[in-house]
């Protein structure tokens, strides 16, 4: 009987890391040493991205200490960005001027000759006359090459000729941006969600968790803080902003709230209570359990409440002008789209969704604009509004079954 352990592996694949091997008296160049940096600094990120996740983990709080209203200080903070890069600030920071360089970044100005419907032009002039701007404060990563030194130049040239950086500096820089994209907007996962992906057990298994896709560098970034600005009032919130829990802080709640006296830390048992002589008290209701949520026994099931998001305001003009009465809506993604799902099937190494030209237009229009809604779609129905053939339909929905699980994992 042949042991399993000795046979050839099946296939082989390169993933693309690559890292330098040393040898006694080798002549090291210095691409050999920057790759070796380079190679671990990938690893790192990886790990911060796959392993832990993004977000910011602490610190970045927004002070506004000045009189004009529209100067904000960032404390010093940490976070990770969707690529798993570091933004790591040490000192505060003060950004003054943002109002004004909110309009000028967002801002919309009034419609020119071109626009011709009636509608559009009031919408655009009304929004105009308010003066009504949003957009979001966020951090990036940034790096800078320093400390030029002489090299080795080539033929018989001086060496002061060749002046390369021999250092490179980490920073932050702060940005507005005025919208927001996969994945710093998206829907937030519920307990339900959350309690069927974590509590299978290992018979029932559970489905892969897919590789989140790649984001590119113009959305790497952290979103520090909400910023609105209308006329006379400026105002900023943490609206958007994602946090990641640091491992110590969980693990004390779960020492604090799950654990009971004779596990803590100090390991004496908790003070038994005194108890106090029976009063006459009007009788308490019964709490009533709400579908969808987890009850844990001998604890009261404490009231849902949905508590819209503090906004820091500070006046900058007169002070009885006011806000536009109209929140200002932030879009979420309901459901992964469908460049979603393709750019996820591509990082995990499966082809994206084929759909004939014309027709992912033709699916939105009938109402069908996410991979999701065409699983459980009437095709007869959408044949007969979209002119797509029943069984072209019926190959993009089985594509699409096959990669479902792309669309009911987590979004990372």
Known sequence: ???????????????????PLYFD?????????????????????????????????AGFALLNPE??????????????????????????????GLSDLLKSACGTGMPGCEVIDEAVRGAAEAIWWQGWVQGWLVARPFRQDSDLRPGVPEGCAHPANALLPSRRCEGVTFDIVCSLNYPHVQETQGCGTMTEWLCRS???????????PAVA???????????????????????????????SLLQDWMTACMCSGRFRQDL?????????????????????????????????????????????????????????EAPVEVPSFRKPTWEMLNASAIANGLKAVEIATGHQEKLTLAGIDAPAKLITADLDAVSFTTGISKSALEAVRKDVQGKQFLMNALHL
């Open 1 to 19: 009987m042949t042991d399993a352990s000795h046979c050839e592996p099946l296939a082989t694949s390169l993933n693309g890391v690559v890292t």
């Open 25 to 57: 008296r080798q002549i090291v160049r210095a691409d050999d040493l920057t790759l070796d940096r380079a190679s671990h600094d990938a690893e790192l990120e990886r790990m911060r991205r796959l392993l832990h996740g993004w977000g910011i983990v």
């Open 67 to 96: 009189e004009d209203g529209q100067t904000i200080t960032v404390t010093p903070g940490y976070g990770i960005t969707p690529n798993g890069n570091e933004v790591f600030l040490t000192e505060a920071v003060s950004l003054s």
């Open 202 to 212: 290992a018979g029932q298994g559970s489905e892969p968790l897919p590789l989140p």
């Open 217 to 247: 560098a113009s959305g790497d970034y952290l979103v520090i803080g909400y910023l609105t600005s209308s006329e006379g009032m400026f105002g900023y919130s943490y609206q958007n902003r994602r946090p990641l829990l640091p491992v």
């Open 268 to 324: 004496t048992p908790e003070p038994v209570p005194t108890p106090e002589p029976e009063r006459e008290t009007e009788p308490k209701p019964i709490p009533i359990p709400i579908p969808g949520r987890v009850t844990i026994p001998g604890r009261p099931l404490e009231p849902l409440i949905d508590f819209p998001p503090v906004v820091t305001t500070v006046p900058i003009g007169p002070p009885n002008l006011t806000p536009p």
